[in-house]
């Protein structure tokens, strides 16, 4: 196999759910880790972060920022990265919003980050229309709540679980416990 195949598999690999699941929300905005970026690239986070501080004037705040230790913990707990000491960062990892990841493109030339980019913009555009239809149908659903003002509790619940469905709990409010010897689970 040649290296241009090797290198339109390893784009091909890089699917719409594939970016969905690296995609994050961190101070209200969806970002994307830079070893995240960095493992789609095909390059090294140090490599990757090295391109962005040799072209500071392209990644002003609000493209680029880096995480505090708080909002780092709790990236951690979420997806599992290692610990200080563990073969971990570190340091704080930066984080990029879609702006940034736009600019990535810029400082990384490159097929692939060209076509990993391009695959990266469109995740983000499907999420944004996501969002707006479910923005829509809760509207529509707050109207059809308040124009039967005498709705009956049916009615009630089937609006809730349309909601929950729509914005599911977080993955982190998962409840946790034992089970005693000797209980059996139903």
């Known amino acids: 196999m040649t290296a241009k195949n090797n290198r339109s598999e390893e ?53 680029m920022f880096q995480l505090a230790a708080d909002e780092y913990d709790s990236l951690k707990f979420q997806i599992g990265i290692s610990n200080k000491g563990r073969g971990g960062r570190r340091t704080m990892p930066y984080v990029f919003t879609e702006q940034g990841v736009a600019m990535l493109s810029s400082v990384l030339n490159s097929e692939r980050a060209v ?42 619940k ?8 729509m914005n599911p709990p977080n993955k982190s409010d998962k409840e946790i416990g034992f089970i005693q010897k000797g209980k059996k689970i139903k």
Do not use: C, H, W
């Open 11 to 63: 784009t091909a690999l890089v699917t719409f759910d594939v970016i969905e699941r690296k995609i994050y929300i961190v101070r209200n905005q969806k970002v994307m880790l830079d070893s995240d970026l960095a493992a789609l690239y095909g390059v090294t986070t140090f490599n990757l972060n090295k391109a962005v501080k040799r072209n500071p004037k392209r990644f002003p705040e609000d493209f």
């Open 158 to 165: 089937v609006f809730a679980a349309i909601r929950l469905l």
């Open 115 to 156: 076509q990993v980019n391009i695959g990266i913009m469109r995740t983000f555009v499907s999420m944004r229309k996501m969002l707006s239809t479910n923005e829509e149908v809760d509207k529509r659903l707050t109207e059809l709540e308040n124009k039967s003002g005498e709705t009956d509790e049916n009615f009630k």
